[in-house]
């Protein structure tokens, strides 16, 4: 199984805290790889340092290496705008621009990325509602506001801008934690199918979430990856004490 993404003693800051320590991690390509942990304990962080969106908050400094296909991200050469199309991430509460349509929303990186072509741009809007199983819910209503939706139907507007760009790789952050119980069933849904031209990242603190939709998982504390390896196996035979005492609820 190939590794789409990899760190190598990763350390992140913001001014003097530390909020991510020596991680090295090996993400699979095309799974669905859960970071789970108590809140506060970096797995935003981390994800933010896997597409360079860390280094955008003031203070923010990192340590070690990011490598995407073997390559390091944070070179001297590399556009850290190519990193994020490549990497895209969808955050915690769905965030539709207010003021944009549901196509506009969806067709904002297109244009942003030089494409020009109003038939493509159609083709790839549409596409990607398709993909995210919101094109029937919205085909009539595509010049409405991306805030007039639902909450569930806004994160998965959130997930298609995301990838009308083509993006290789898809950082979710906490996706589900605003959403009612049905909406969380239709994006879990949507994760474990994205995986077959994806490669999935799912910051969750919920346990039983990341036991649906993962492959792997990397069990986080304090900034460190404790455990990481096979959902399955972490979840029944988790090789830590912490681990144990974190999945069957007795801190956190």
């Not at 993006?167 to 069933?185: F, G, K, Q, R």
């Not at 346990?207 to 792997?216: L, T």
Request: aromatic content about 6%; hydrophobic content about 40%.
């Amino acid at each position: 199984m190939i590794d789409k993404i990899e760190s190598k003693g990763l350390d992140a800051w913001y001014d003097e805290k530390h909020v991510v320590k020596n991680v090295s991690l090996r993400i699979k390509s095309n799974q669905v790889t859960a970071v789970i942990g108590p809140s506060g304990c970096g797995k935003s962080t981390l994800i933010r340092c896997f597409n360079r969106m860390h280094e955008l908050v003031p203070g923010a400094r990192l340590s070690g290496k990011v490598l995407l296909d073997g390559e390091d991200i944070y070179a001297d050469f590399v556009d850290p705008v190519d990193i994020r199309r490549r990497v895209g991430m969808v955050f915690q509460k769905p965030n539709p621009f207010p003021t944009m349509s549901i196509f506009d929303n969806v067709a904002t990186g297109l244009t942003l990325n030089g494409v020009k072509d109003k038939k493509k741009i159609r083709e790839m809007v549409e596409r990607s509602l398709m993909m995210v199983t919101l094109l029937d819910e919205v085909k009539d209503r595509l010049n409405e506001s991306g805030a007039s939706l639902s909450g569930g139907q806004q994160q998965r507007l959130c997930i298609a801008r995301a990838l009308a760009v083509e993006p290789e790789v898809i950082l979710l952050d906490e996706p589900c934690s605003a959403l009612d119980p049905n909406a969380t069933s239709k994006i879990e849904e949507l994760i474990v199918n994205l995986k077959e031209n994806y490669t999935i990242v799912v910051v969750t603190h919920n346990m039983q979430q990341a036991a649906r939709v993962s492959d792997f998982t990397a069990f986080m504390y304090l900034g460190e990856i404790i455990e990481y390896g096979e959902t399955a196996r972490i979840f029944k035979y988790p090789e830590k004490e912490l681990t144990e005492r974190y999945i069957t609820g007795r801190f956190g």
